[in-house]
């Protein structure tokens, strides 16, 4: 059961659409949006039941001791049913007279103001079957078809568990084949959570695998200042050997130059 409470005051700012005859689609966006951030869904789909005001012993009788349980999920769905209200119009509000429970106040608000039920389920089961994983990663496609499941199960029409997993391994990809082959090879059917868990380790490994790869790379060896090694040491030798060069060869003109001299004095 989730524990998360907030007063009216702190999700004010979520709820800025009031539900009228004619925007039932942004508001049940809105809420969805409130209730996920909460983890509270699961009062207004019905999935969370109210568990019962009073434990049973070992024979399955009801004893007078209290279940703790009880008063948390009272004051959880009351929450959620308060927010319900609060966000809807006036004219709205009086339908909701006589829901005492925020499951009940949800089914309400969906039968009378979705007004195209059918075709939207249509569409939603459509996508969800037809939902492949493509370039995205697999949080990103496992999220979709989590929340595209939701969606059905908000408006009435819910997804098994197991149909769920099947989707998903038929739709993740190629790139999973060993993984959805090691699902399939279990005994009994997979959990939606379970084929979730080895994807997202699957998708984890892959990640690892990429990084030590990368690391393993061969890197080109770091030149010197002076370029390659010996680099400077021939290119002195040169230098000086044409420098020498240059020494002879003005010394041989010196000597020229003054015999010349002495040639043209006789």
């Known amino acids: 059961m989730a524990s998360n409470s907030s007063s009216p005051s702190n999700v004010s700012n979520f709820l800025t659409i009031n539900l009228d005859p004619t925007n039932y689609p942004l508001w049940q966006a809105q809420m969805l949006t409130l209730l996920r951030s909460r983890n509270l869904v699961s009062f207004a789909d019905g999935t969370s039941k109210c568990p019962p005001a009073f434990l049973k012993d070992d024979e399955g009788k009801l004893t007078d001791t209290v279940n703790p349980e009880f008063e948390p999920w009272i004051q ?52 969800l ?13 496992l999220n979709r078809v989590s929340c595209l499941a939701e969606a059905l199960s908000l408006s009435g029409a819910p997804v098994s568990d197991s149909d769920i997993a099947a989707i998903v391994l038929k739709n993740v990809g190629p790139a999973c084949e060993s993984t959805v082959a090691s699902a399939q090879d279990r005994d009994g059917t997979i959990s939606h959570s379970a084929s979730e868990a080895l994807l997202l380790t699957a998708e984890r490994k892959q990640r690892m695998q990429a990084v030590v790869s990368v690391d393993a790379r061969p890197t080109a060896p770091t030149a010197t200042r002076g370029g390659r090694p010996g680099t400077l040491r021939g290119r002195g030798k040169g230098y000086r ?12 003109s010196s000597i020229n130059a003054k015999d010349s001299g002495k040639l043209s004095t006789i």
């Open 76 to 127: 959880q769905d009351n929450m959620v049913l308060s927010w319900i209200k609060s966000s809807v119009h006036p004219s709205v509000l009086a339908s909701l007279i006589g829901k005492t429970s925020s499951h009940s106040a949800w089914t309400c608000l969906r039968e009378t103001y979705d007004l195209q039920p059918t075709g939207r389920l249509l569409q939603l089961r459509g996508e």
């Open 129 to 141: 079957m037809n939902t492949h994983r493509g370039d995205s990663s697999i949080s990103e496609f």
């Open 241 to 252: 050997g044409n420098r020498g060069r240059r020494n002879g060869a003005s010394h041989s």
